[in-house]
C-alpha cells in the first residue's frame, strides 16, 4: 500500500487547511486510516482516525475535537483531514497512516505500531 499525503502549507492562525491521502490499493486492506503529526523534537503524535467500513466511526485528539475533522472517499480511495480554527501549536510535519485491522479501542488506535502503512509527510506550519 502506498500512501501520498498532500495539502500542507503555512497558514496563519485561525486558518484552514485541508490535508489529502490517497491509498493506492483496494480499500479492504486500509481497515483503518489515521492522521499523525510530529513537530520537532517531539515524538509522533496522534491526531485523528476513522474506520474504512460502512460506519465510518471517527475519533480524535482532545485538542483538535471541534476544529478537525477526518473524513473519507470510498470511490477515490482518499482519507482527508480538514484542519479549521488553526494554531500555531498544530504546527507539524503530517503523516497518514494505514491499518488492515481496526478495533474500537482508543489506546490501539493512538499507537504508531498499530498502523503498518505510511506516507511521507506533509509539513504544516501556522503562523502568529
Known amino acids: 500500500v502506498q500512501l501520498q499525503a498532500s495539502g500542507g502549507g503555512l497558514v496563519q492562525v485561525g486558518g484552514s487547511l485541508r490535508l489529502s491521502c490517497a491509498a493506492s490499493?483496494?480499500?479492504?486492506?486500509?481497515?483503518?486510516m489515521a492522521w499523525f503529526r510530529q513537530a520537532p523534537g517531539t515524538d509522533r503524535d496522534f491526531v485523528a482516525a476513522i474506520k474504512w467500513g460502512t460506519t465510518g466511526s471517527t475519533y480524535y485528539k482532545d485538542s483538535v475535537k471541534g476544529r478537525f475533522t477526518i473524513s473519507r472517499d470510498n470511490a477515490k480511495n482518499t482519507v482527508y483531514l480538514q484542519m479549521n480554527s488553526l494554531k500555531p501549536e498544530d504546527t507539524a510535519i503530517y503523516y497518514c497512516?494505514?491499518?488492515?485491522?481496526?478495533?474500537?479501542?482508543?489506546?490501539?488506535?493512538?499507537?504508531?505500531?498499530?498502523?503498518?502503512?505510511w506516507g511521507q509527510g506533509t509539513l504544516v506550519t501556522v503562523s502568529s
Open positions: 490499493e483496494h480499500i479492504v486492506r486500509t481497515n483503518l
Open positions: 497512516a494505514a491499518a488492515p485491522r481496526t478495533s474500537d479501542s482508543l489506546s490501539y488506535l493512538r499507537r504508531s505500531n498499530t498502523y503498518e502503512f
